[in-house]
């Protein structure tokens, strides 16, 4: 399974960003994709996650700024950010959670790269 990112940047305080992640490779079912984070000197965290079934989950942080959507067809997911701060500059990782065969009792997860965000004062 290998996931694609896309979308990170540089921008100003305020500015918005959308970040895209594309799933692809041998597998039966796209359980959930989420967006996590890791600041300098930070732990990695959840920003939002959002499953097969269209259900979303934020950190507090992000609440009400960034949306996240998917489209299911393409196994892809976007991550819109508004009202960026500077805390919010991160490597921002696409993380999908899938199972690889029909009627397995396991599911998996992977990774992407990462896609650096840096917000500007």
């Known amino acids: 399974v290998d996931l694609a990112e896309s979308g990170g940047g540089s921008v100003q305080a305020g500015g918005s960003l959308t970040l895209s992640c594309q799933a692809s490779?041998?597998?039966?079912?796209?359980?959930?994709m989420g967006w996590y984070r890791q600041g300098p000197g930070n732990q990695r965290e959840l920003v939002a996650s959002?499953?097969?079934?269209?259900?979303?989950n934020y950190a507090d942080t992000v609440e009400g700024r960034f949306t996240i959507s998917k489209h299911g067809p393409k196994h892809t997911m976007n991550l819109q950010m508004r009202s960026l701060r500077p805390d919010d500059t991160a490597v921002y990782f696409c993380?999908?959670?899938?199972?690889?065969?029909?009627?397995?009792?396991?599911?998996?997860?992977?990774w992407g790269q990462g896609t650096a965000v840096t917000v500007s004062a």
């Open positions: 993380k999908a959670n899938v199972r690889l065969r029909w009627g397995d009792s396991q599911d998996y997860d992977y």
């Open positions: 490779g041998d597998f039966d079912t796209l359980n959930e």
């Open positions: 959002i499953t097969r079934l269209g259900r979303t």
